[in-house]
């Protein structure tokens, strides 16, 4: 080596400095021939930092690898501060079944409401005279619904166990409030179908005009996949833990759950319960009911299977309520996506900026993010509180949600008294909104195959399926069912009645449309 160092004075070997990259002292010698390279007087600055310019255009490729290892870093921070899957739990079923004193009983026995605050209830509903219903009272807060004994809005309440966070969306379960049933359940991940098993309030519910049919489909209907069928009033008098009731019960509820589209094997559950004295409902019910050795229902609602959750999808928040307390407030379930403070939002379908200045979770305490399936309120910098309607969508400015008054739609006809034709009217239920609808056209009949007629029909009636197209009288925020299901799936209500169900399959140009 040293002698090829004493050799490189000599100009015949000047082209050897090109190998200076090699020896650390290489520029020293080679300063000499560098004034004949003046296009490359750049190359000084190699010695000290030049592979960091010269690689400067290959970032090319490597935005992409940042990109999404920034993204599963994101979502894992995400994960951590949230690292309590979020449940939304609906309570449905016929009146007085007992919804709402499982639920008042669930946040008691886990300790979401105190002994003294419970003690408090028990007086103040014994000086009403509704000694019983105590329980419900820490699920119907207003003084309609304490003094009826029935719920007419969705209440809504929040618990967790040792493995999961849950809010509870409790049901109205008569026929005249199955709006709000539907606006609840559209927030639902999974359902507790509550059934009075004293004799006589099964039947009742069970028979036709009964609301434990008409909620059983609708929370189908409105995504709620997965049913646990809570056998309630277990303890009561005219059934005392009998097993020959239980069994009749189940005999009779599965087949209809199977028509409604639940799997008997993998979508319900079955469990005998008293949402009054709790058995069954934390712990299990024990000596009480020997025959039954299952889960209590708090035990099988934290073994449920988790949800698949579009953490990093486009932000979609269908707003359920808005409000103004110090700024603009709107509340919802965030169906996909996260959101962070001071994050811009659209609010659609007006197309309003807005910002988030404060997020609040279940518990009312301020959160500095929110995820997919959380259940919160949201205060809105920028935005009045009359700007914005339930039914509103708030998304992300990137990947707004699409707005239309005319859609295709694949329909179920449930019930209807005569055939309905082109022209039709309802109200359609798609999410938190609700808006009127016309039937424009009948595009074509399906089969039991779902075949598609070649000509469409002049009408349908109860047991149809058909793909129709819908104009609503304002634009709605909706995507097709295969996109986003929760934003793709509605119901048709007329007359106080289900009339069908339907999921999104088209989404059309309101221009298109002007211009034919």
Excluded at 65 to 81: F, H, K, P, R
Excluded at 368 to 389: K, Y
Excluded at 397 to 426: E, M, W
Aim: proline share 7%; charged share 30%; glycine share 8%.
């Amino acid at each position: 080596m040293t002698i090829s160092f004493g050799g490189a004075p000599k100009p015949a070997e000047a082209p050897k400095p090109v190998e200076t990259p090699k020896p650390v002292e290489a520029p020293k010698p080679a300063e000499a021939p560098k004034p004949a390279e003046t296009p490359k007087p750049a190359e000084t600055p190699r010695p000290a930092e030049a592979p960091k310019p010269v690689d400067a255009p290959k970032p090319v490729p490597a935005p992409l690898e940042n990109i999404s290892e920034e993204v599963e870093a994101e979502e894992e921070m995400l994960l951590d501060e949230h690292f309590k899957e979020h449940f939304n739990v609906i309570f449905i079923g016929h009146v007085d079944a007992g919804k709402s004193t499982l639920g008042g009983n669930i946040l008691f026995l886990t300790d979401m409401v105190d002994k003294r605050t419970m003690e408090k209830y028990e007086r103040e509903a014994k000086e009403a005279g509704r000694e019983s219903w105590y329980l419900s009272w820490a699920l119907d807060t207003n003084q309609e619904e304490r003094a009826k004994g029935k719920t007419v809005e969705c209440g809504r309440a929040f618990f967790e166990t040792t493995k999961r966070r849950y809010t509870i969306l409790d049901a109205p379960g008569h026929k005249n409030f199955v709006p709000s049933m539907l606006g609840g359940a559209a927030q639902a991940d999974v359902g507790v179908l509550v059934i009075s098993a004293r004799k006589g309030e099964f039947e009742t519910g069970f028979d036709r005009g009964g609301q434990t049919r008409e909620h059983a489909v609708l929370a189908k209907t409105a995504g709620v996949r997965r049913l646990i069928v809570a056998i309630n009033k277990m303890d009561d008098p005219t059934v005392k833990w009998d097993k020959a009731r239980y069994d009749e019960i189940i005999t009779k509820l599965t087949p209809f759950l199977k028509g409604a589209g639940y799997n008997p094997k993998t979508d319900l559950i079955y469990l005998p319960i008293s949402g009054y004295t709790g058995a069954g409902v934390k712990d299990r019910v024990g000596a009480a009911c020997s025959w039954y050795t299952g889960s209590s229902l708090l035990e099988t609602l934290d073994d449920m299977q988790a949800v698949d959750r579009k953490i990093n999808g486009p932000v979609r928040i269908p707003i359920s309520e808005k409000y103004k307390e110090m700024g603009t407030i709107v509340s919802g379930k965030i169906e996909s996506g996260h959101i962070k403070l001071n994050q811009k939002l659209m609010v659609l379908p007006d197309k309003r900026l807005t910002e988030v200045s404060a997020i609040y979770g279940e518990n009312d305490q301020e959160e500095p993010s929110a995820v997919c399936g959380d259940n919160i309120r949201i205060r809105l910098r920028g935005i009045e509180e009359e700007d914005i309607q339930p039914g509103f969508v708030l998304t992300d400015t990137k990947h707004p949600c699409r707005s239309t008054r005319v859609f295709d739609a694949q329909l179920v006809i449930l019930d209807v008294k005569n055939i309905i034709t082109a022209g039709y009217k309802s109200v359609l239920h798609v999410h938190t909104a609700v808006e009127e609808v016309a039937l424009t056209q009948l595009l074509h009949q399906l089969n039991k195959k779902g075949q598609k007629s070649r000509t469409p029909p002049k009408f349908v009636k109860k047991g149809m399926a058909c793909i129709v197209r819908l104009e609503t009288a304002q634009p709605v925020c909706v995507e097709r069912f295969k996109d986003f299901p929760q934003l793709g799936r509605f119901t048709l209500r007329d007359e106080g009645k289900t009339i069908a169900i339907g999921k999104i399959v088209k989404l059309i140009d309101t221009n298109e449309v002007n211009a034919n």
